[in-house]
């Protein structure tokens, strides 16, 4: 399978990293909105090429990885790239996702190529876990948990802050609540109680350490409905402790067969790197776009619509022999 990348962050790097471990699959070309010059890839063999190529239509590709920001990027891109090309993206703004669906769907089925959004682990992943466990057991509540790990957009709101150089923010469950969960409680949870946020600041030289402080813990939307707690740190300890991406979490379900007889289902990640795991899944989902195309179909799809053995470079025997 011919596979492009559509921008090179750190979740098109994750991406390339997958395919290079997908004997199925051959990374053609890179796209990037820079100076295709300035960039350098990790794998030799592929092209690194400008958005403008790709926009005539007429890419050699079996299906385009975007890696684009769920803000601004994918509501753009995945609709206009979904008319020329099979797509996929791992969009994840939420409450947008019915809205980013219809966009990209209708671009789709009008070019007659398949669409796939929102593929990651959340949404992706934990999607079908929610969708598995409620649906064999209707009787029942999920709770999502997620860290401990480096929120990337928490950060981001954090270093727009004036004085803040650098920033890393994690999202830590609270012990007790996931405790209360894992027991079968069935809790109702104010989103304090779920989950803590800890910042870690490098400040510029001179500025007033409390009003960043203040600035963080009452930021709506980001850290008002938390407990958070910042430090400051030195620029060298931020290199040495926190430059990584590890993230994970889990997706506990408990519900009811009958009358006392419960039952917990979960399913948990911890991952040393949320970007490399994202394009794993992106990859795997990818194979199943393809084969979709191939077979005829159009028109958006999301993980619900995908059958496991879609995504598996191995056979409906092997599967059945080894898997079953």
């Known amino acids: ?28 070309a890179v796209y990037t909105r820079r100076d295709p010059s300035s960039l350098s890839i990790a794998t030799p063999s592929a092209a690194v090429k400008s958005t403008a190529d790709l926009d005539t239509g007429k ?7 975007i890696c684009g920001g ?25 409450a947008n996702i019915p809205t980013h669906f219809a966009n990209v769907d209708a671009a789709a089925k009008k070019s007659g190529h398949v669409g796939l959004i929102s593929c990651g682990w959340d949404p992706g992943m934990f999607s079908l876990n929610r969708v598995y466990a409620a649906s064999i057991l209707p009787d029942g509540e999920a709770y999502t ?6 929120s990337q ?26 405790e209360r969960v894992r027991a079968g409680e069935n809790p109702t949870l104010t989103t304090r109680e779920k989950h803590t946020r800890e910042c870690f600041v490098v400040a510029e030289e001179g500025a007033d350490l409390a009003r960043i402080e203040n600035e963080i813990k009452t930021m709506p939307n980001y850290f008002s409905d938390y407990d958070t707690t910042v ?34 289902v979960e399913y948990s990640l911890n991952l040393d790197s949320n970007p490399e795991f994202t394009g794993a899944v992106l990859v795997a ?10 077979d005829g179909q159009c028109g958006g799809r999301t993980v619900f619509d995908v059958a496991p053995a ?6 409906g025997d092997e599967l059945r022999a080894h898997m079953l």
Do not use: C
């Not at 890419?59 to 990885?65: A, G, T």
């Not at 890393?168 to 609540?177: D, N, S």
């Not at 740190?233 to 067969?257: F, Q």
């Open 145 to 150: 948990f997620w860290g401990k790990g480096v």
């Open 70 to 94: 769920s803000a601004t990027d994918l509501p753009e891109m995945t609709p206009k790239y979904a008319a020329m090309y099979n797509v996929i993206d791992s969009f994840d703004t939420h």
């Open 1 to 28: 399978m011919k596979v492009g990348i559509l921008g090179y962050g750190n979740l098109g790097r994750g991406v390339e990293a997958a395919i290079k471990k997908s004997d199925d699959m051959e990374l053609v």
């Open 231 to 264: 430090h400051f740190i030195t620029e060298e300890e931020m290199k040495r402790d926190h430059s990584g991406l590890p993230h994970g979490g889990a997706v506990i379900y408990t519900g009811t067969s009958s009358e006392g007889t419960k039952h917990v």
């Open 59 to 65: 890419e050699d590709i079996d299906v385009l990885i």
């Open 285 to 294: 989902y990818a194979r199943a776009v393809a084969r979709m195309a191939a």
């Open 310 to 315: 879609q995504l598996s470079p191995l056979s």
């Open 153 to 178: 957009g928490h950060s981001d709101a954090v270093r727009r802050i004036d004085g803040v150089k650098d920033a890393r923010q994690y999202t830590i469950p609270v012990p007790a609540a996931l």
